[in-house]
């Protein structure tokens, strides 16, 4: 009986440590998805709190299906995804091929090359406002100093030149992310392989496209899947540069969701919104998912 009692306590010991870290995510994670799920089957309003107990099953996520806005946005939304990713993408190789051919001061250049990750998107989005701001904007000023234009750009107004700064300030804070995966990736390659490429007479080309590249691409894919779920969640550059205009055309789901939620106060309609959009998240990470096993099998790393 006492090597039963000793067994038994041995055995929760576990679960004991484990407790806080459970508690924490039941109440920080848990119940909140469960109180919002609940919501985005009611008609909950922010200015009726009794309309929390109007319970009207999947009329939120039916109207959604039948919104054509919301349809718009979640397009942007993938296309603001797919060219973010890949632009960041080929830069932070870029910088990652550049910076593993550098003999002297290399350890410099990846603490700098870090900076951009330590800013917060709101202090980056003020920083990128101002930059591209039409009037006061560095920018324009310098555009219009060299000459190379006799007019204020509308960067921030013009529907189309304001996506486009949205993108370069999401780019300019996250290509890092790409840079030192790829980095690390370049690093830890085995050297034997390209000196065999090399000896077999292969140029430069046929080295980086056939071992190189292959090597390195399980790096990527776990970055793509990083940055995926952040720039599915891109709220704080958007809200600050430009707060979703001119006109919504720089809307993304989540300040549509942030606007549907607080402005409009239809809390209901938002999170389930939220969870159409989640989503997205889902299949992004799940189709990075699939490619890093598929690279990882090219490469002989998964049977």
Same mark, same amino acid.
């Given at each position: 009986?006492? =090597? ?11 679960? &004991? ?28 309003? &922010? ?66 090359? $870090?900076?951009? $990750?330590?800013?917060?998107?709101? #202090? ?21 100093? &060299? ?46 392989? #390209?000196? =065999? ?12 496209? /056939? ?12 970055? $793509? ?13 958007? /809200? ?39 989503? &997205? ?23």
């Amino acid at each position: 009986m006492i =090597a039963f009692l000793r067994t038994r306590r041995t055995a929760l010991i576990p679960l &004991l440590l484990l407790s806080p870290a459970l508690l924490t995510m039941l109440f920080v994670v848990a119940l909140p998805l469960g109180f919002s799920f609940y919501t985005s089957l009611t008609a909950y309003r &922010l200015v009726r709190p009794e309309t929390i107990e109007i319970f009207v099953g999947l009329r939120n996520y039916i109207r959604l299906l039948e919104d054509w806005e919301f349809w718009r946005v979640f397009g942007r939304t993938i296309l603001f995804l797919a060219i973010a990713l890949n632009v960041e993408f080929l830069l932070g190789l870029g910088i990652a091929l550049l910076i593993a051919k550098i003999t002297w001061g290399q350890r410099t250049l990846r603490t700098i090359m $870090m900076f951009p $990750m330590m800013f917060s998107p709101i #202090l980056v989005g003020f920083q990128f406002k101002f930059i591209f701001n039409d009037n006061i904007g560095i920018l324009n000023n310098a555009l219009q100093s &060299l000459g190379l234009t006799d007019r204020a750009i509308p960067w921030l107004v013009d529907g189309r030149l304001a996506m486009f700064s949205i993108i370069f300030a999401e780019v300019w804070m996250s290509t890092s992310v790409f840079a030192i995966l790829l980095l690390a990736g370049l690093f830890a390659m085995p050297r034997d392989p #390209l000196e =065999a490429a090399k000896v077999d007479g292969c140029n430069s080309w046929q080295v980086f496209r /056939h071992i190189t590249l292959p090597f390195i691409m399980p790096f990527a894919f776990i970055a $793509m899947t990083i940055r995926s779920l952040d720039v599915a969640r891109a709220y704080d550059i958007v /809200h600050v540069m430009t707060g979703g205009g001119p006109a919504g055309r720089t809307e993304l789901l989540w300040t549509l969701i942030a606007r549907t939620g607080y402005m409009d106060a239809r809390m209901g309609q938002a999170n389930a919104m939220a969870y159409l959009s989640t989503l &997205l998240s889902i299949a992004f990470t799940w189709y990075f998912y699939t490619k890093l096993m598929q690279a990882r099998r090219y490469m002989g790393g998964v049977q």
